[in-house]
């Protein structure tokens, strides 16, 4: 310490061991004490901290306090070459939250397991829940009252075709490698674990076309009403899989084909941020 007719200060030996942790418990909070009300010390310790050091701190915390940790989801849409402003836009979808794709995948998995412990004969709860999977995953993306962040999205420059549109693939990445994995475990013939990606990739644009009309949620119910009759009405006289077979791979070839080309023709009047669909 030195003194002064001002009071005591820390020479710049013992402030040095302070910086560098070499005190003890006790000298090292009698210091800290003392350069907390003192500004000369305090002067002293910054002439003694490395300016490089310093500014990697500031900025460390500035980085904390300012920008705090992105979610898990929009960190990954970041590492997929996504732009931030369209990641978060992706992520605040209920339907790519943990919450709804946990009790989408436990759902796959339960139909999944009774089709397998069916021995193959009860493939309707699969071949039910995989396609509408999807289908319900995008109703959820797409409906703006539940959506958090409506406000940013209805002034972002997007539209809101371009969103549905990002949302859906966001969708069918996060769950149909999933479900074909798990249709890999249903018993059957081989093309059975494809087989139902027909259905799926038909009734998501379905759905997109008809919410246009009559909003998500009603598009929603309307479709899994379609199929729910289609593969319940299958079980009473038909095969099992006859739902995915050949023939009706072509009806929803051809489904797809009408609901994608409405979707183009309603995305002309998408001129604006913030558009319905």
């Given at each position: 310490?030195t003194?002064?007719t001002?009071?005591?200060?820390a020479?710049?030996?013992?402030?040095?061991?302070?910086?560098a942790?070499?005190?003890?418990?006790?000298?090292?909070?009698?210091?800290?004490?003392?350069?907390?009300?003192?500004?000369?010390?305090?002067?002293?310790?910054?002439?003694?901290?490395?300016?490089?050091?310093?500014?990697?701190?500031?900025?460390?915390?500035?980085?904390v306090v300012?920008?705090?940790?992105?979610p898990?989801?929009?960190?990954?849409a970041?590492r997929?070459?996504l732009?931030?402003?369209?990641a978060?836009?992706?992520a605040?979808?209920?339907?790519?939250?943990?919450?709804?794709l946990v009790?989408a995948f436990?759902?796959?998995?339960?139909?999944t397991?009774?089709?397998?412990?069916s021995?193959?004969?009860?493939?309707?709860?699969?071949?039910?829940?995989?396609p509408?999977?999807?289908v319900?995953?995008?109703?959820?993306?797409y409906?703006p009252?539940?959506d958090?962040?409506e406000a940013l999205i209805?002034t972002?420059?997007?539209?809101r075709t371009r969103?549905?549109?990002?949302?859906?693939i966001?969708v069918?990445?996060?769950?149909?490698?999933?479900?074909?994995?798990?249709?890999?475990?249903?018993?059957?013939?081989p093309?059975?674990?494809a087989?139902?990606?027909g259905?799926a990739?038909a009734?998501v644009?379905?759905?997109?076309?008809l919410?246009g009309?009559?909003?998500?949620?009603?598009?929603?119910?309307?479709?899994?009403l379609?199929w729910?009759?289609?593969?319940?009405?299958?079980t009473?006289?038909?095969?099992?899989?006859?739902?995915?077979?050949a023939?009706?791979?072509?009806?929803y070839l051809g489904l797809?084909?009408v609901a994608c080309a409405?979707?183009?023709?309603?995305?002309?009047?998408?001129?604006?941020?913030?558009?319905?669909?």
């Amino acid at each position: 310490m030195t003194t002064g007719t001002q009071g005591w200060h820390a020479d710049s030996a013992l402030l040095s061991s302070y910086l560098a942790g070499d005190l003890d418990a006790v000298t090292g909070a009698s210091v800290e004490q003392h350069v907390s009300r003192c500004a000369t010390c305090r002067a002293t310790v910054g002439r003694l901290v490395e300016p490089q050091l310093l500014e990697q701190t500031w900025t460390g915390i500035r980085d904390v306090v300012e920008r705090p940790a992105l979610p898990f989801a929009v960190r990954l849409a970041r590492r997929c070459g996504l732009s931030e402003p369209t990641a978060v836009l992706l992520a605040s979808a209920a339907s790519l939250r943990g919450a709804w794709l946990v009790g989408a995948f436990l759902s796959l998995s339960f139909a999944t397991l009774a089709a397998y412990a069916s021995g193959g004969t009860a493939l309707a709860p699969f071949l039910l829940a995989a396609p509408l999977a999807p289908v319900l995953g995008v109703a959820a993306a797409y409906g703006p009252r539940q959506d958090p962040l409506e406000a940013l999205i209805a002034t972002a420059p997007y539209g809101r075709t371009r969103l549905i549109l990002l949302r859906t693939i966001g969708v069918l990445v996060s769950v149909l490698p999933v479900t074909v994995l798990l249709g890999l475990a249903i018993p059957g013939p081989p093309w059975l674990a494809a087989a139902w990606l027909g259905p799926a990739l038909a009734l998501v644009p379905v759905l997109l076309a008809l919410a246009g009309f009559v909003g998500p949620r009603t598009a929603a119910a309307v479709v899994s009403l379609l199929w729910s009759g289609v593969v319940l009405g299958s079980t009473r006289a038909l095969a099992p899989t006859w739902p995915v077979e050949a023939a009706q791979q072509g009806v929803y070839l051809g489904l797809a084909v009408v609901a994608c080309a409405v979707i183009a023709i309603r995305a002309g009047a998408d001129r604006q941020p913030g558009v319905a669909l």
